[in-house]
């Protein structure tokens, strides 16, 4: 994805309100052999991007000045209850340094699975991203995960899944995390049924 970044004069936070006033956003690029870049975005097209999941997990293209370099995004932040975005940070992103990324995954096949289709059984998505470490040049826009082989009683990890060539899978030292876990359906228990009431009267028995 492409968009267009403009060079912004002052900082602070004064600068930064009126500069939302006039319809920009303030951010910064940082990160690379350059210096930290103050930049500005107009806000609604920014806000429409943001909107885009590729925008998140991809590298972006940013045109500055007439000149076009690769960025991700790192951080954004909205207004807690307006819509409004009040700041947003890039990383240049050089050709032969590693990085790392959250990426989406995209699941398919869950309706096929013999867990659903014969035993009835929920699909737990644990996660719905996988941080990964590449090159700038193998990051993908997002990893696929084909449930249709799922089976009542069991889970999917990390290592079961088919990452991109080139990428592998950042867990922070948690061993094998599951990623999808199949929930056995709740058999339903019938409600005990009521003892007929007592009559209150009774029955007197014999003198």
């Known amino acids: 994805m492409k968009f267009v970044a403009f060079e912004r004069a002052k900082q602070g936070t004064g600068a930064s309100r009126r500069l939302r006033v006039t319809g920009r956003t303030p951010g910064i690029v940082y990160g ?51 819509q409004l975005i009040l700041h947003i940070d890039f990383q240049r992103v050089e050709a032969n340094t590693k990085l790392s990324m959250r990426v989406p995954l995209h699941f398919s096949g869950q309706e096929n699975s013999p867990a659903v289709k014969t035993d009835a059984c929920l699909i737990n998505h644990v996660i719905t991203e996988l941080e990964v470490a590449c090159l700038p040049a193998d990051l993908p826009e997002f990893i696929a995960v084909d449930l249709s082989g799922l089976e009542k009683g069991k889970s999917l990890h990390v290592n079961d899944l088919a990452l991109p060539k080139g990428t592998v899978a950042v867990t922070h030292g948690k061993p094998n995390p599951v990623v999808v876990s199949v929930v056995a359906p709740v058999e339903e228990v019938a409600a005990p049924v009521a003892a007929p009431a007592a009559d209150a009267k009774g029955k007197k028995g014999k003198k």
């Open 32 to 82: 690379g052999t350059g210096e930290p870049l103050l930049i500005e975005l107009d806000h609604n097209a920014l806000w429409h991007a943001l909107k885009k999941e590729a925008f998140h997990s991809t590298i972006l293209d940013m045109e500055f000045n007439g000149k076009e370099s690769k960025v991700l995004l790192r951080d954004v932040q909205v207004h807690p209850y307006k």
